[in-house]
Structure formats: structure tokens, C-alpha cells
């Protein structure tokens, strides 16, 4: 990433705190146990991906969760909530400040990075995953959707299992 | 304890739970398994591409290096500098320049095939230090093990005593490794997780078509498993391996035409009444001469071959410690695959792997099973669905645990110090 060429301004800081609730919102969804409101975050054809840097790195497209449309993230938390077994715990985001690339009329292109903290049972707090968003934001009637989030992870040898999304 | 009073209150129907926590039988298990007479899987053909390429792996817990030469030869090697025994290969996969594998510790340096072609001040300088005169870089290459593949599906062995590589999978596992790699493939990705357990608990797992419906509950909550499916598990001679194949729905509309079945006949919240908003995750595209919808094939001791739908993966396990086992997923697809196609598999792939619809709950189970026999004593498992014998055909699945019983049937006998089995 190159250093920033702007000066900072009034409109540029609107749009990045604006950006930085949007995350923190998102994250509190998740970390609240509010999932069935996640999907309202992205737009109707969105894409989500959860991706292993080893994977981006070496220009190879799997994603471990890899959905293409807001149909599919709700499919997902139907399937977590009815269907799939996973160790019960706590999520807890630690969002970096987010990083314009590019803004352009409805759509901005932003990344942060993210610490993803998990508790179980026992109490123990983890390192889940580490890693960043890499995002195509879109506004739509005046406020701000995920139209693309790829969440690029550093920590590609997960702990047991991943469930709930990041 | 002793491992060999534990291995002996073992039989395949009925298996100590110590074997999964003794740190002697996991030491025990490195010597007469993986560096006994088996073929371990590590790596694709297709990811070691021209000279100098190298992937870093492992045959049990032993770190080693699957290497291509200026030859166009595979090669494999201990990744263990013979001066100190550093690790010689720091990174994960690449391509070494002029095909030298040098330690950075003292720089010597190997050449792909594990020959020693190089010490620093081997002569000393001004007639001081330096190795001895008789010093012979010979006798000091890397520890190599044995090669072999089989469409494309890199196996390794530390056993010069081990059985051909089709001859220790038997006709049955190498007829269906041909099917899946029946024309040149492409790694689609990877993905790695770490189960908190022992990897005979993944072992079992793999092998045990019996959980199918009941603990991955994405199939009946979304009414997508019928009994009637036609599907069929065998296992090869010694035990060791299994394939579990399932035909595709012979309805047309496939997989959606058993979700609105399920739909009209359940109502009231029960299982089976949800819909997915998107069930192109779910759909299968024929690509081979039969219906077979779901393939997967454990290989002792160390590799899934799998087919669900059209994902394809190996998923190779990886014995870090007594309880620490790592499973590496290599998803790929045909080389000839078009866009539309791969964005299918990728589709398909949440099924599968770390965050897969129905296989996710694979590696709470080996930990619940992980912790729940830990601190036993003489505690042993019931493995006697569908009888306590292992025989080499069973259809359907689901209804018993024959492939289990081989894994131990296997297992046990090599743990005996059998010096070979054979399938």
C-alpha cells in the first residue's frame, strides 16, 4: 500500500467514520449473536468470501465459505442455527481503522484489518483468525451496503472449525 | 501402560481409548506406520511443476520435501540438514533457482534429489579447520525416501521393504483414484485446520458412513438425504482403506426435487421444512461415466480422496502430536474446466472443508470424542454396528461400521509388528 496522496478533508473524514461505524456495526452483529440481521448488511447480489491468505498469495480462487448472493448468507445462518454442530462460543472483532483505496460516486473500495478473538465454554480467550476486509462498499438509498467483502485471513491454520461468519 | 498391553486389549470391534492419548504409541505409531510399510500421500503432481519445484510437508510428524529434478524425476527427502539438522526448506512450496537446496545455517548445500554438493570451508583455509581429509559428501546427503504416483497422486514411503504402490491400495481404491484423475487437474486452493485430537480419531471419522445423516445435519434439515439413495462401502483386503460411494437422485431435478419432497411432506417446524434460498451449492453437474454423486475413499494412513458433488479434494491428515492433527484440504478441478465450471465448484466447496455445510461438525466430533475418553483406563469403544467382522462389500451405508473395523484391522496389525500387509 502506498502512503496516502490526499489531504485529509472534511468530506474524505465524513466518509471514513462513516465507513468505521458501518464495520463496527457489522462487527457488533456478529459478536452479538444477531446473525439473522448479518445479511442485511450486504446488497441483494453482493459476493462473500472467506478466503485463506495462502490461497490469495498464490493467485488461486477457493474460498472456505464463498457465497454470491444474499440468499446464500441467509441460507447460512439458517444452517447454523437449525443444522450444523459447532463448539458453542463467544466471537469478539477488534476492527483496525478502514483504509480508503478508491471512492468513486455510489461505490467506495476500503479495507481494515480485523482480530477475531474466540471464547468457549472453558473461558479461554483465543486468537481465532487475524486478517483483513478487503471491500467493494456500495451506497444504496443513501447508506453505505457490502457489495464485496473478501475477509482475507492470515491465521490459515484454523482452530477446529469455522462457523459463525467474520 | 505399556503400548503393547494397550494395542493387545484392543481388537477392531472394541478399541482401548488409550491408543488415543499414550505418547508412547504415538512414537510407537511414527516407527511402524508412517516410517513402516505404507505409502503415505503428499502431494499433487500438478503442484510441483518443472525443475527445482519443491512442496514442505509431512509423513507423520516427520518433516519432509517432495522435490521435482532436471530430470523431470520426483524426489523426496527428510527436511533435515545432515551438519545439525536444521530444517534445509523454510518455505511451504516454490521453485528452489538452480535447483540447490541450501541450510542457512552453515550453507550447505543439497541438490534436489537430497545428494550433499556442497560444505563451506570443507578444506579450512591456510591449512586450518576444515572437515577431515576422508570427509565424504556422499555419505552426508539427506535421509530419501521412496516415490511413487499414481495419476498424479504423490505418495511417499520411508520402507524399502513396502509392496508397489497399486499393489498396497489394491485394484478396487486404484479403479476409483483413476476415475477422479481420469485427465489432468488444477489446485483450486487450499485450506488447513487443526483438530484439538488424535488423528485416528479423523481416521475412524472418514471411514464411518454411519454418522452420514445424523450428526451433519444440513441433509435432513434441508431434506436433501433419502435412505433410498443407492450407495455401497468397500475395503480393500488388509483394511486399511475404504470407499463409500452414493449415486446421484434418479428423479429429474435432482437434489431440489428431494427438497420440495421433504417440503410437502414435513410441515410444523420439524426437520426437513427448510428451504434453501440458494440451492445451487447443493447442485451436481455429471462429469464421469456413472452416477456416482459422492465418492470418498480414505487411504491409509494418511489422505481423503473425496468427490461431493462436483468438489474435489484431497485431504491430506497431518499427526503433529498425540492430540494435535492437522487436515490440509487440496480442492482442485480439471485443467480443462471453463469459468462457469469452476465457479460451480467454488460454489459447491461450501459444502466441504473447514466451514463445509456438512462437514464442519467432523472436527467438533474427534474432539468431543478427544475429550471424552481422555484420563481412561481400560475404557474401550463399541464398534459393532452391523456385526464385528470386516467383510468387503456393504450396500447400503450408513447401517454399520465395517470400514472402521478394517482401519483397526489394519492398525492393529502393523502396531503387532506385522512387516508388511498387503491388500
Known amino acids: 500500500m502506498n502512503p496516502p496522496v490526499h489531504a485529509m478533508n472534511a468530506e474524505r473524514q465524513l466518509l471514513l467514520a462513516e465507513i468505521a461505524e458501518f464495520n463496527a456495526a457489522y462487527a ?16 441483494e447480489n453482493c459476493e462473500y468470501r472467506i478466503i485463506p491468505r495462502e490461497n490469495v498469495d498464490l493467485g488461486l480462487p477457493a474460498a472456505i465459505i464463498f457465497c454470491d448472493n444474499r440468499g446464500m448468507l441467509i441460507d447460512r445462518v439458517v444452517a447454523l442455527r437449525k443444522a450444523n454442530i459447532y463448539p458453542a462460543h463467544y466471537s469478539r472483532h477488534v476492527l483496525g481503522p478502514p483504509v480508503l483505496i478508491k471512492s468513486e460516486d455510489q461505490i467506495v473500495h ?32 443513501g447508506v453505505l451496503r457490502i457489495k464485496r467483502r473478501d475477509v482475507v485471513f492470515d491465521t490459515h491454520r484454523i482452530d477446529t472449525l469455522l462457523a459463525t461468519p467474520i | 501402560m505399556k503400548p503393547g498391553d494397550i494395542i493387545a486389549a484392543s481388537v477392531p470391534e472394541a478399541v482401548d481409548a488409550r491408543v ?46 517432495v522435490t521435482r529434478d532436471e530430470e523431470g524425476k520426483l524426489n523426496a527427502w527428510v527436511n533435515r540438514c545432515a ?25 550447505w548445500a543439497y541438490d534436489a534429489k537430497g545428494n550433499l554438493r556442497g560444505v563451506p570451508f570443507r578444506r579450512g583455509m591456510k591449512g586450518t579447520g576444515g572437515m577431515a581429509k576422508d570427509f565424504d559428501l556422499a555419505q552426508h546427503g539427506l535421509q530419501k525416501l521412496r516415490v511413487a504416483s499414481l495419476c498424479g497422486m504423490v505418495f511417499l514411503s520411508f520402507d524399502d521393504q513396502v509392496p508397489p504402490l497399486e499393489q498396497f491400495l489394491g485394484p478396487d481404491m486404484c479403479r476409483y483414484i483413476r ?75 435432482g437434489y431440489e426435487s428431494y427438497q420440495s419432497e421433504a417440503n ?105 470424542c478427544d475429550q471424552g475418553t481422555a484420563n481412561t483406563s481400560g475404557w474401550r469403544s463399541l464398534i459393532e454396528m452391523g456385526g464385528d467382522d470386516v467383510v468387503d462389500h456393504v450396500a447400503p451405508i450408513g447401517l454399520d461400521e465395517n470400514a472402521v473395523r478394517g482401519f483397526w484391522k489394519g492398525y492393529l496389525a502393523l502396531m503387532n509388528g506385522a512387516a508388511q500387509v498387503q491388500s
Not at chain 1, 30 to 40: A, G, H, N
Not at chain 2, 224 to 252: C, L
Not at chain 2, 348 to 358: D, F, H, K, Q, S
Open chain 2, 20 to 65: 488415543y492419548h499414550d505418547s508412547d504409541i504415538f512414537e510407537q505409531e511414527q516407527e511402524r506406520i508412517y516410517r513402516g510399510p505404507v505409502w503415505s500421500y503428499v502431494a499433487l503432481e500438478c503442484e510441483l511443476d518443472g525443475a527445482g519445484a519443491f512442496k514442505s510437508t509431512f509423513v507423520g510428524n516427520t518433516p519432509v520435501v
Open chain 1, 28 to 43: 457488533h452483529c456478529i459478536d452479538d449473536d444477531q446473525l439473522e440481521q448479518w445479511p442485511d448488511y450486504f446488497t
Open chain 2, 264 to 368: 410437502r411432506e414435513m410441515s410444523g417446524g420439524a426437520a426437513g421444512t427448510e428451504m434453501l434460498r440458494d440451492p445451487s451449492v447443493l447442485e451436481f453437474r455429471p462429469e464421469f461415466d456413472d452416477n456416482i454423486a459422492l465418492l470418498i475413499q480414505s487411504l491409509f494412513p494418511s489422505v481423503v480422496l473425496q468427490q461431493i458433488q462436483n468438489t474435489l479434494a484431497t485431504r491430506q491428515i497431518v499427526p503433529h502430536g498425540v492430540a494435535e492433527t492437522e487436515l490440509v484440504w487440496t480442492y482442485f478441478g480439471y485443467a480443462d474446466d471453463d469459468e462457469a465450471m469452476t465457479r460451480h465448484r467454488l460454489r459447491n466447496i461450501n459444502l466441504v472443508g473447514p466451514a463445509g455445510y456438512i462437514s464442519m461438525e467432523d472436527g467438533e466430533a474427534v474432539e468431543l
Open chain 2, 83 to 107: 551438519h545439525k539438522g536444521a530444517l534445509v526448506c523454510r518455505a511451504l512450496r516454490g521453485h528452489a533457482a538452480d535447483g540447490s537446496f541450501v541450510c542457512v545455517y552453515h550453507q
Open chain 1, 110 to 141: 476500503v479495507q481494515s484489518s480485523y482480530l477475531l478473538l474466540q471464547t468457549r465454554m472453558d473461558g479461554e480467550t483465543h486468537v481465532f483468525s487475524a486478517g483483513k476486509y478487503l471491500d467493494v462498499l456500495e451506497r444504496v438509498n
Open chain 2, 179 to 253: 476415475r477422479v484423475f481420469n485427465r489432468p487437474v488444477r489446485v483450486l486452493g487450499y485450506a488447513r485446520q487443526n483438530m484439538r485430537g488424535n488423528w485416528k480419531l479423523y481416521s475412524e471419522n472418514s471411514r464411518d458412513g454411519y454418522h452420514g445423516g445424523l450428526l451433519h445435519l444440513f441433509y435432513p434439515t434441508f431434506g436433501i438425504y433419502r435412505p433410498s439413495q443407492e450407495s455401497a462401502g468397500e475395503v480393500d483386503a488388509a483394511g486399511f482403506h475404504n470407499a463409500f460411494t452414493v449415486s446421484k437422485p434418479s428423479q429429474a431435478g
